[in-house]
């Protein structure tokens, strides 16, 4: 199945451009970005359930997830700070993914209002170095995002 | 003058690696970049006054900084978030200059001592795109000379508090 959330990676580059459109208006897309308990929602998936530690939702304020497993291990920890946050329209953050090889990334979230009901969500991610971002790329990272993605979209369909 | 700090910005990228070794302890390198009193005397363009109007110099602060012409006009503002700081080591930052078409920077700062007297500061800069990098390096205050004269103040600065 082709994956709704479309990635370009371009040959030797160290930046990511990441596009997705929503059956959301530009509002709801927004807001599944920065309330705290759809945040975790989205984030948590039939492995593992996200706890937001920290969530300051406004420019120079930052935030920490936590992912556990069922046995309540820690598997993945997050944490950022958030350079501009632009309701409905834009937010730059740092993401460091905690005691992973992948350095810290620049991340530039531009939300667009496609119609009344639909919306688009463009992502660019710039890593340290290509070679981090190759090998984030080797792992299931589209499939991730895209199921990530596909849950933000239903989550959200209820809220309409 | 100003040619102690090199620049390295490899063809079609987006980021630039710049380095400079220091006659100073690694301490004072540091204390240089994030003591706010002494970040105005050397982080400032010619002819302008710096003032901070906001440091917050820990994991996750933010910090906000303003230069004025001899008239008191704003000449730039610049600010950003610091995502890691261990002192004396290392400082992750984003960075811009406010109303400026130049994007946010993503900015590594490496302190490494080399010895107990000399120490070297390694920079790695990245830009939203290869285009707003090359733009940025022709501009002058862009340039590496522009930066390596700034280290020659900074370096003279902290040399009077050795």
Same mark, same amino acid.
Do not use: C
């Given at each position: 199945?082709?994956?709704?959330?479309?990635?370009?990676? =371009?040959? *030797?580059?160290?930046?990511?451009?990441?596009?997705? !459109?929503?059956?959301?208006? &530009?509002?709801?897309?927004?807001?599944?970005?920065?309330?705290?308990?759809?945040? =975790?929602? &989205?984030?948590?998936?039939? @492995?593992?359930?996200?706890?937001?530690?920290? @969530? !300051?939702?406004?420019?120079?304020?930052? @935030?920490?997830?936590?992912?556990?497993?069922?046995?309540?291990?820690?598997?993945?920890?997050?944490?950022?700070?958030?350079?501009?946050?632009?309701?409905?329209?834009?937010?730059?953050?740092?993401? !460091?993914?905690? +005691?992973?090889?992948?350095?810290?990334?620049?991340?530039? @979230?531009?939300? =667009?209002?496609?119609?009344?009901?639909?919306?688009?969500?463009?992502?660019?991610?710039?890593?340290?170095? +290509?070679?981090?971002?190759?090998?984030?790329?080797?792992?299931?990272?589209?499939?991730?995002?895209?199921?990530?993605?596909?849950?933000?979209?239903?989550?959200?369909?209820?809220?309409? | 003058?100003?040619?102690?700090?090199?620049?390295?910005?490899?063809?079609?990228?987006?980021?630039?690696?710049?380095?400079?070794?220091?006659?100073?302890?690694?301490?004072?390198?540091?204390?240089?970049?994030?003591?706010?009193?002494?970040? &105005?005397?050397?982080? &400032?363009?010619?002819?302008?006054?710096?003032?901070?109007?906001?440091?917050?110099?820990?994991?996750?602060?933010?910090?906000?900084?303003?230069?004025?012409?001899?008239?008191?006009?704003?000449?730039?503002?610049?600010?950003?978030?610091?995502?890691?700081?261990?002192?004396?080591?290392?400082?992750?930052?984003?960075?811009?200059?406010?109303?400026?078409?130049? *994007?946010?920077?993503?900015?590594?700062?490496?302190?490494?001592?080399?010895?107990?007297?000399?120490?070297?500061?390694?920079?790695?800069?990245?830009? !939203?795109?290869?285009?707003?990098?090359?733009?940025?390096?022709?501009?002058?205050?862009?340039?590496?000379?522009?930066?390596?004269?700034?280290?020659?103040?900074?370096? =003279?600065?902290?040399?009077?508090?050795?």
């Amino acid at each position: 199945m082709e994956l709704k959330t479309k990635i370009n990676a =371009e040959n *030797g580059k160290q930046d990511l451009t990441i596009t997705r !459109e929503f059956d959301l208006p &530009v509002e709801l897309l927004f807001k599944a970005y920065t309330e705290p308990e759809i945040i =975790e929602q &989205v984030m948590t998936n039939p @492995y593992t359930t996200a706890k937001l530690l920290k @969530y !300051e939702g406004k420019k120079h304020g930052s @935030y920490q997830t936590q992912s556990t497993d069922a046995n309540g291990k820690i598997v993945f920890k997050s944490n950022g700070v958030f350079h501009e946050f632009t309701p409905n329209k834009k937010i730059i953050r740092t993401f !460091e993914m905690e +005691n992973a090889p992948f350095g810290v990334q620049l991340e530039v @979230y531009e939300f =667009e209002s496609v119609s009344d009901g639909t919306s688009r969500l463009k992502m660019h991610v710039i890593y340290e170095s +290509n070679a981090q971002r190759d090998q984030l790329l080797k792992m299931p990272f589209a499939q991730g995002l895209s199921m990530a993605h596909d849950r933000l979209q239903e989550i959200m369909s209820k809220l309409k | 003058m100003g040619l102690k700090t090199k620049f390295n910005a490899e063809e079609g990228k987006q980021d630039i690696t710049i380095t400079r070794e220091f006659d100073l302890p690694v301490e004072l390198v540091f204390k240089a970049h994030v003591d706010p009193e002494i970040i &105005v005397q050397w982080k &400032v363009q010619p002819n302008t006054t710096a003032k901070i109007l906001k440091f917050g110099g820990k994991k996750h602060g933010s910090y906000q900084m303003q230069s004025t012409d001899s008239q008191g006009k704003i000449v730039s503002t610049v600010s950003g978030v610091i995502h890691e700081f261990i002192p004396n080591r290392k400082i992750i930052r984003t960075f811009e200059i406010e109303n400026a078409p130049i *994007g946010v920077m993503l900015e590594f700062y490496d302190f490494e001592p080399l010895t107990d007297d000399t120490s070297k500061l390694t920079m790695h800069v990245i830009y !939203e795109s290869g285009a707003i990098r090359d733009q940025l390096m022709k501009s002058p205050g862009g340039s590496g000379y522009t930066m390596g004269a700034a280290h020659d103040r900074m370096e =003279e600065i902290m040399s009077k508090l050795k």
